[in-house]
């Protein structure tokens, strides 16, 4: 099959999914978990998870809010040398305007990588929920108009590769941070 096959097929699939256009509760649906994958909303949810919680919770949202930061760099590099142009669309202009390349999926790195390193962290509960919700933010992205099934299916194995990447070198990491910020700030991190 050849490669302009493969994007045809690519952008027949992603156009298939789409409900951006079409009012209703599968649009309505699609929204909310598209946005519920935006990086501002986790950054938020983790600094107040740190701020609020416990010694578990403050490591664990100090784990994710690191390396979902690490991951939007990786990511922002990826779209700007591949700089695939996002299908055409009225829904989501704040995407297009503020960030017009789509592969790979931003929103989908992020929802697995957040989904695996639940599933390394735990609790359990919580790591099966981030497991259903990670692959319908993924479809949302799809549905909405904003990516191509490619573009998604990227941004999920960019996700997975760093956590298996880095999930190793996290306690090195993480206890030098921790040591430096008790050092020179007086502020451990949990």
Do not use: C
């Not at 699939?13 to 929204?31: H, N």
């Not at 740190?50 to 930061?69: C, D, H, M, P, R």
């Not at 299908?87 to 929103?107: C, K, L, M, Q, V």
């Amino acid at each position: 099959m050849s490669w302009q096959k493969l994007l045809e097929l690519d952008r027949d699939w992603s156009y298939a999914l789409r409900v951006a256009e079409k009012p209703g509760t599968r649009r309505t649906l699609a929204m909310v978990f598209a946005h519920s994958g935006d990086s501002w909303f986790w950054g938020i949810a983790m600094l107040l998870l740190w701020l609020a919680g416990n010694t578990f919770w403050k490591q664990w949202a100090v784990y994710e809010l690191f390396w979902i930061s690490v991951l939007a760099a990786l990511v922002m590099t990826l779209k700007f040398i591949i700089r695939r142009r996002r299908p055409e669309g009225e829904w989501g202009a704040i995407y297009r305007n503020t960030d017009p390349h789509s592969f790979p999926s931003g929103h989908a790195a992020r929802a697995f990588l957040i989904a695996a390193l639940a599933g390394l962290l735990g609790p359990s509960e919580l790591a099966i929920t981030l497991w259903v919700w990670a692959p319908l933010v993924a479809l949302a992205r799809v549905a909405m108009g904003v990516h191509y099934v490619s573009d998604i299916v990227a941004g999920a194995i960019v996700g997975l590769l760093v956590v298996g990447i880095v999930w190793p070198l996290s306690p090195q990491i993480f206890d030098t941070i921790n040591n430096w910020t008790v050092n020179l700030l007086r502020l451990p991190l949990w």
